[in-house]
């Protein structure tokens, strides 16, 4: 018998799998923490002593099977074997695996004693030396780390690669290991600049604060990280690394002349190419920056997914290329299903799911009260299971719902356990969003027992800070919407769901089911991770039971609509004659694509979706963008930083200028100081809804749209914008009292028109709109008349509308903080050097300030100590 | 009860005030702001405007084209551009009402 055949046959039902599955199911129940699921009477035994013997045999294996079950035996042993040897042995087992921060833990927790690898005969010391060896990561002369295999692998591939596909799930730790290669880089002179592609604003942000704390290590303690599109960055000479969300980075690339050439490019969460209107975007600013520099190098980076490869199949000729997928996992999961005992409403049990169909219960549990709505029923289930642990996450479809559960957990926490003193983290933060939001947000109270609540719009110092005390322990309860499968990487113990979907109404793939269930456990911070699923046998809820596991398929939206053939070929037909309002979000922005590549280069044949489908339908296509094409007379730089916006679009709005019977500066923009900014707002909107494409249709939501936007560009504060919405409610109802007032509605409906209208929509196309017009004020020869200070792309992107604030954001505080302290300022013109001057004298110590804002304030003092940009002391 | 007043305008019968109205509401209300109005369309704005009470002050040198724009607290409103490129607005039912 090989080995490998050895390891097949242990893993068998001939082999010992009853012994591993029932050892998998104890262990399970056990990983609650003691009292929480009342655990049969008969406990079972097991027989370490041949289990670790398999372990150290199935470790030795490269399939991701036999690894789980031996990561599993050796955990079981650390944790709830009883014999110190046995412990001993499961950490051995363990590094075997190369999981020494798994090792790391079992010390912390005192559940192996130190020392371990000199307990160890002589021979396995030599063979532990041998292993540490061989997963060293040495990231500069003087320091290393201790990789798993796919992060020694993605090491080893980084060093020859140009274009590298990885492919791992969430705990695997792939962006570590990408950040610190990328610093190497930096400090061998290999890399002058570098844009680090992530797809939400959040990612962004968090990758920046790592790439700031990590290039310490590398001794780059000057190297500039910015996520800030300036372009003064291109012009500059020093190097630097870019975190830009797919629109920032076009924004960046049309700020020169000429598109900067950087030398990396990494995009994370690489699996969102499939994105219908952001998926085109991404993989457009992609091909410009390689159009830029053909020799520039690319990493992808996906969560589990399928066909990793497919990404680089539009590598040049000449790049090498590697495919990097992650075959262990580093934390083990449980799959477990809450169902109610029949006829017994507040009695519940806990089983574990084989991933075959196979339920096998672990233990029971009982609510604290009658789940008399589904609300109750999740908060009830997480305060059961989260009473001796931290890190809960609930994940629900809404972000209402996630406030109500989040205040029923709240009200079900003993309150006996939390007496007048409140943890001073939880406090600031309870503080803090009083200020910046509004005294009757949900989380001032609610936060102080250590329950938050997590959706996308809410302001980044808030959000970025419950991510913070949730990833410490201090926020034990966590309930999150999706935003957490949109890329924000928190990870936690245990994740409840109930019949999840991707925001409203969308069923959710999978993919995305175990993208999200691979946040729980986490790596060196807990043994295993628990993911519960409520209500699995109701069909309503769980349409197709309990998801599969399966990888991402990797494909690029413009593939899949370009091999809708027909679909696109009549919209093709018909779209020159289309008003706005039929446009087909979908087909358009892939429509747009097409275009602008065909009048770039004068054939679609070499477009990477075009090459996929054959050849007469190609020419087809083809011949039906050519006549949209005749009489085009938009620059095509205008075209090219314009993604997502068809060319035939653009060329309206030219023609809408040209016809335009006023004078052209009645089409500029308002400074947002000036009267009657949002009444130009408004006829600007109406032009862009006319003439590109229905954002702020229909025509009555212009006003609110154009408010929205206004307030948002002069740098009101939330709750300054909060404020103003009560008002106005409350004026419509002709003043009604409080109760009648929808706070948390409002509260929420604002921070999602600013997400929505004044973050997204409106630099996007007021981008546009401006771009053309300064091509027609070229036309009539008034250039001079063109303001060229008023960058409201940039303003808008950022939210605030003078370079003092600017520079703020562009130190690295939110917009928040930025626009609490512009506030104090009165020269609009400062740069970060003077700004940062001014911090230094701490003259804001005296203002009354949120919390949280002195905090960044402080931290971001003493960062600029530590990179030798302010003096010590 | 009075009865109700038939109203003609270009080639149109109306059996009432309100159904002219209406019509012209209709014809308002599917175009954007800043939309030009089509032929058809034109062809009667060009019979309603004539029943307007400052027809002459608004016709001016001449209509090249009629569109929509908004017009006070965000409503919309019929505007005429004249051959020399100024513009003004006009109310529809004063064309209907005098």
């Keep these: 018998m090989s080995l490998s055949q050895l390891q097949e046959w242990l893993v068998s039902d001939a082999g010992i799998k009853d012994k591993l599955d029932g050892l998998r199911i104890w262990s399970a129940g056990l990983s609650f923490g003691a009292n929480t699921l009342e655990l049969d009477e008969t406990q079972p035994t097991h027989d370490w002593q041949k289990l670790l013997f398999a372990a150290s045999i199935l470790a030795e294996s490269n399939e991701r099977s036999c690894q789980e079950y031996a990561l599993m035996i050796a955990q079981s042993a650390v944790c709830y074997s009883d014999e110190p040897i046995f412990k001993d042995a499961g950490g051995l087992v363990l590094s075997r695996l190369s999981n020494y921060r798994t090792i790391e833990l079992a010390k912390t927790k005192e559940l192996i004693v130190d020392q371990l690898s000199e307990r160890v005969g002589v021979i396995e010391q030599l063979l532990w030396t041998k292993r540490r060896l061989n997963s060293e990561i040495p990231i500069n002369s003087h320091h290393s780390l201790s990789g798993n295999r796919f992060q020694v692998n993605l090491w080893e591939e980084l060093a020859n690669a140009d274009w590298l596909s990885a492919t791992a799930p969430t705990a695997a730790g792939k962006t570590f290991i990408i950040l610190n290669w990328l610093l190497t880089q930096f400090s061998n002179g290999k890399c002058h600049s570098c844009v680090f592609v992530a797809p939400t604003r959040a990612l962004v942000s968090e990758i920046e604060k790592q790439l700031n704390d990590l290039k310490f290590d590398h001794d780059l303690k000057e190297l500039k990280v910015t996520s800030l599109p300036l372009k003064e960055l291109a012009e500059s000479e020093t190097p630097f690394i870019s975190v830009f969300t797919q629109e920032r980075l076009h924004i960046f690339l049309n700020a020169s002349k000429s598109p900067h050439k950087f030398d990396i490019a990494i995009i994370d969460e690489a699996q969102k190419v499939s994105d219908e209107r952001r998926g085109v975007i991404l993989q457009d600013a992609l091909e410009r920056v390689v159009r830029a520099n053909p020799d520039c190098r690319v990493v992808f980076l996906s969560p589990h997914s399928q066909n990793p490869e497919d990404l680089l199949q539009d590598a040049p000729s000449a790049a090498n290329r590697a495919v990097v997928p992650s075959t262990s996992s580093t934390v083990i999961q449980n799959l477990l299903v809450a169902e109610q005992v029949p006829r017994q409403t507040t009695q519940w049990t806990l089983s574990l799911s084989d991933g075959q169909g196979n339920l096998e219960k672990l233990g029971g549990f009982s609510l604290l009260d009658r789940p008399t709505t589904i609300k109750k029923k999740m908060a009830f289930i997480a305060l059961a299971l989260g009473k001796n642990s931290s890190g809960t996450l609930i994940y629900v479809n809404r972000a209402d719902d996630a406030e109500r559960i989040a205040a029923l957990i709240y009200e079900g926490l003993d309150s006996s356990e939390f007496s007048e003193v409140v943890d001073s983290e939880l406090a600031e933060l309870s503080e803090s969003c009083k200020k910046i939001i509004h005294p009757k947000y949900q989380l001032v109270p609610i936060v102080k027992r250590g329950v938050a609540f997590h959706y996308g719009n809410m302001p980044s110092i808030v959000r970025e800070e419950i991510e913070r005390l949730f990833t410490s322990g201090k926020i034990r309860y966590l309930v999150s919407t999706s935003t957490l499968i949109e890329g924000v990487n928190l990870a936690c113990k245990t994740i409840i769901v109930r019949g999840p979907k991707k925001g409203i109404g969308k069923e959710m793939s999978p993919q995305d089911f175990w993208n999200l269930a691979g946040r729980a456990g986490r790596w060196g911070a807990d043994f295993n991770g628990n993911i519960v699923c409520v209500d699995v046998s109701k069909t309503d809820v769980w349409p197709s039971g309990l998801p599969q596991k399966t990888a991402y398929p990797i494909k690029r939206e413009t593939d899949s609509v370009v091999q809708e053939y027909n679909e696109l070929s009549s919209y093709l037909e018909r779209r020159m004659e289309m008003k706005t309002a039929d446009l087909d979000p979908k087909l358009e922005h892939v429509a747009a694509y097409l275009m602008s590549w065909q009048y770039r280069e004068g054939s679609l044949k070499d477009a990477p979706p075009i090459k996929k489908i054959d050849l007469e339908s190609a020419n087809q296509i083809e011949q039906l963008i050519k006549p949209m094409l005749d009489g085009i007379t938009v620059l095509p730089e205008i075209i090219d930083a314009n993604p997502g916006i068809s060319i035939v679009a653009l060329q309206r709005l030219l023609n809408y200028f040209r016809e335009y019977p006023g004078e052209p500066e009645e089409l500029l923009p308002l400074p947002p100081e000036d009267d009657d900014s949002v009444d130009q707002f408004v006829f600007i909107f109406d032009v862009i809804n006319l003439t590109l494409a229905p954002v702020f249709a229909p025509e009555t939501r212009v006003l609110p749209c154009a408010l929205t936007t206004w307030d948002w560009m002069r740098g009101k504060t939330l709750g300054q914008m909060i404020l103003a919405r009560i008002k106005r409610a409350k004026n419509k109802k002709n003043d009604a009292s409080d109760s009648e007032i929808p706070y948390p509605k409002l509260i929420r409906d604002t921070m999602a028109s600013v997400e929505e209208i004044a973050r997204f929509y409106a630099p996007k196309y007021l981008g546009a709109y401006l771009s053309v017009l300064r091509q027609f004020f070229h036309e009539k020869e008034c250039d001079s008349l063109f303001p060229s200070d008023l960058s409201y792309d940039l303003f808008l992107e950022f939210g605030v509308s003078t370079k003092t604030l600017l520079s703020l954001i562009g130190l690295g505080l939110s917009r928040t903080s930025a626009v609490e302290l512009g506030d104090f300022y009165g020269r609009s013109d400062m740069s970060e050097n003077e700004v940062l001057l001014r911090l230094n004298a701490r003259e804001w110590e005296l203002h009354d300030l949120p919390p949280l804002v002195k905090r960044e304030i402080n931290k971001l003092i003493e960062t600029k100590i530590n990179e030798g940009k302010l003096p010590r002391g | ?98």
């Design chain 2, 1 to 98: 009860m009075a009865k109700a007043k038939p109203v003609e305008i270009g080639e149109i019968k109306f059996d009432k005030k309100s159904d002219a109205l209406n019509f012209m509401k209709d014809m308002l209300n599917k175009y954007a702001p800043e939309e030009k109005v089509d032929e058809n369309d034109s062809k009667f704005l060009s019979s309603a405007i004539l029943k307007h009470p400052e027809f002459e002050e608004k016709i001016g040198v001449g209509i090249k084209h009629f569109f929509v724009r908004r017009a006070d607290y965000g409503t919309k409103c019929f505007w005429l551009e004249r051959v020399d490129g100024t513009v003004a607005r006009f109310s529809y039912k004063y064309c209907v009402d005098c």
